[in-house]
């Protein structure tokens, strides 16, 4: 994304330098201040840890109890949950929503104990005690089926990880949301290969199942095909200069990501999860208004670049289960990350081409606005929540259809795009000589 300006004044620079300086220094002022040890999974999930051993599985069920009080609709706190007939009440829920089959399809005997309020990382979670059992007496491959809170909350999600016995090396098999409650889990240990696919599977979940990371996404790319002119948008007819733009804004991100990504994964940097949440709910709203208004030239980059740094710490919280050996955290950290960056591109090329085609009409500018407008509001009840403002996310079912649909969205943006296209006809939007003159000569 070039922009089309006159020279700027030295002022004007010096204002955009002490901008970028201050938007530096908050970032590594909330790094320093935020500093301490990750959780093993993301804000407000569950997590099923598995012990596989010869004759029966054991799990460790970790579930927030913030999301609990939602999906079941009752209040849930450390004393309420621990009463006996509330404990009762939960381990046959858990009970009820988590199963085993064998490769035959004979279900296991599931049992569900004990019962305990763990904190993580600033969320309170009941931990319960399950054992699998099979029919056969020896534990062979098999299906585990669990939807607890995910069969009442789409925007639930819950990571399942496994090992051999109880000790030795946890990996991450796939995280479990209204869209998939089953994985299948093999009896011998997880080959490194199997470990890298499962982790690049688990990138590919990660970003298509986050409404967040997806919507962030989509407002760096709304600007992508226009020229920042005076502190405003214009249209440009410059296809290459708009693919150079994209380019530049997604190796930004994947610069910044990959940065923190590997340094949380060896444990050299952490970042409050509650903390790390709601900065990345503030890159939403950031970029959300720099798509309405540009906020600083070529600002899409730098947001892109120093955000990245926040989803990778995001990314992170799912690969610093403090179990992994060196070998075992680099294939993960390679594998996850390949998956988010498929995952980038495929919502890239679904989105770009009806953005170019929308952006030679004159429809662009009120989508434009509309579509950052929902951005903002989104990413203003996420901000409100994750700090703690508002207790429960009103607009939740509304930032879910980006997940849900996609496809169907992309589908329509790109309907739009060709109506749009064939009322405005082949005419091509006319740009002031000065500007066509200014924009020539910035390139």
Known sequence: MRHATTRPRTGGRQRRAHRLVLVLGLLAALFLAGAQQASAHPLSTSAVLLDLDTDHVTATVELPLDQLDVALERTCTADTVLEPATLAGLRS????????????????????????????????????????????GAVGDFTLHYDAVVDRLISHRAFVSARQGRTGDYTMLVMLSWQRQSVPVASAAAE????????????????????????FLVMLLLPAPL????????????????VKGVVRVISAFTAGHSITLGLAAFGLVSL???????????????????AVRPLVPRGETWIAAGFGLVHGLAFAALLSDPGLTTGSVLTNLLGFNLGIELTRLVVVALLMPSLLLLARTPAYPFAR???????????????????????????????????????????????????????????????????????EAMR
């Open 93 to 136: 829920h858990v009970r009820a929503h988590m199963s085993a089959t064998d490769a035959d399809g004979r279900t296991w005997t599931t049992a569900v104990t004990g019962g305990a309020v763990e904190t993580v990382d600033g969320v309170e979670h009941l931990v319960l005690d399950a054992t699998l059992t099979p029919a056969t």
């Open 192 to 215: 490194a290969s199997g470990g890298f696919l499962s982790a690049v599977h688990l990138g590919v979940e990660h970003i298509s199942g986050g409404s967040d990371h997806l919507l």
């Open 227 to 242: 020229l920042a002119r005076r502190r405003r948008w214009t249209g440009s007819d410059d296809l290459r200069g708009s």
């Open 272 to 290: 409050s999860t509650r903390l790390d949440e709601s900065m990345i709910a503030l890159s939403v709203l950031v970029s959300a208004v720099h």
């Open 369 to 439: 606005v509309a579509i950052a407008g929902t951005g903002v509001v989104l990413a203003a009840a996420w901000l409100a929540e994750r700090t703690t403002l508002l207790s429960t996310n009103p607009l939740g079912a509304v930032a879910d259809v980006l997940v849900e649909r996609p496809f169907l969205l992309a589908g329509g943006l790109a309907a739009f795009a060709c109506l749009a296209r064939l009322v405005a006809g082949r005419k091509r939007i006319a740009f002031p000589a000065r500007a066509r003159e200014e924009a």
